[in-house]
């Protein structure tokens, strides 16, 4: 099972501020990632897949890089709609498929 | 509007049962793989099970392997979870997504919660 590992565990950002957040695989999952968004009492986006497509619908100031076991979130000028939990997600060696443990970006 | 909609939620006890539906609208529902990925309280995302859209392929994580049946009713657009055995640990919000490509979840259920609680 390949396991993912985000950091940091929270992050305090202020509005308008850049955010980067982390992402690691065990094992290589090549460009295999995802990267969902999940507010409280919402279902769970799909932001980013293929370590950097933007999903349908998602603003440009979400971006996605990486591949192999190094991921990288950013999301540029932060609003006040993107403070949620933000999960990566391996789907390059499955079942099972994994997730990390999440990042909160909360607002400083 | 594609929309996925989980029932059947509830309070169970241990070594219960329970079964979770999940109502799909907006599109061919006979041609997507669907999954169940669970949240347990204060805790991340945890894939559960995988079905294929014909049914032939299912999958499950070890923690529910054997305890967990997914099924699909492709002529009434629903995708079924039969929880047996139920153990505290089981206690999440259930949510179902459909896959817009090899393990890509999109979109995702709302949720139903599950408590294992005497």
């Known amino acids: 099972e390949i396991v993912m590992t985000q950091s940091p565990a929270t992050l305090s950002v202020s509005p308008g501020e850049r955010a980067t957040l982390s992402c690691r695989a065990s094992q290589s999952v090549s460009s295999n990632l995802a990267w969902y968004q999940h507010k409280p009492g919402q279902a769970p986006r799909l932001l980013i897949y293929g370590a950097s497509t933007r999903a349908t619908g998602i603003p440009a100031r979400f971006s996605g890089s990486g591949s192999g076991a190094e991921f990288t979130l950013t999301i540029s000028s932060l609003q006040s709609e993107d403070f949620a939990v933000y999960y990566c997600?391996?789907?390059?060696?499955?079942?099972?498929?994994?997730f990390g443990q999440g990042t909160k970006l909360e607002i400083k | 509007e594609v929309q996925l909609v989980e029932s059947g939620g509830g309070l169970v006890k241990p070594g219960g049962s329970l079964r979770l539906s999940c109502a799909a609208s907006?599109?061919?529902?006979?041609?997507?793989?669907l999954n169940w990925v669970r949240q347990a309280p204060g805790k991340g995302l945890e894939w559960v099970s995988f079905?294929?859209?014909?049914?032939?392929?299912?999958s499950y994580a070890d923690s529910v392997k054997g305890r967990f049946t997914i099924s699909r009713d492709n002529a009434k657009n629903s995708l079924y979870l039969q929880m047996n055995s139920l153990r505290a640990e089981d206690t999440a919000v259930y949510y179902c997504?459909?896959?817009?490509?090899?393990?890509?979840?999109?979109?995702w259920g709302q949720g139903t919660l599950v408590t294992v609680s005497s």
């Open positions: 079905i294929s859209y014909n049914g032939n392929y299912i």
């Open positions: 997600q391996q789907y390059n060696n499955w079942p099972p498929f994994t």
């Open positions: 997504a459909r896959e817009r490509d090899t393990g890509l979840f999109d979109p």
């Open positions: 907006g599109f061919t529902f006979s041609s997507y793989n």
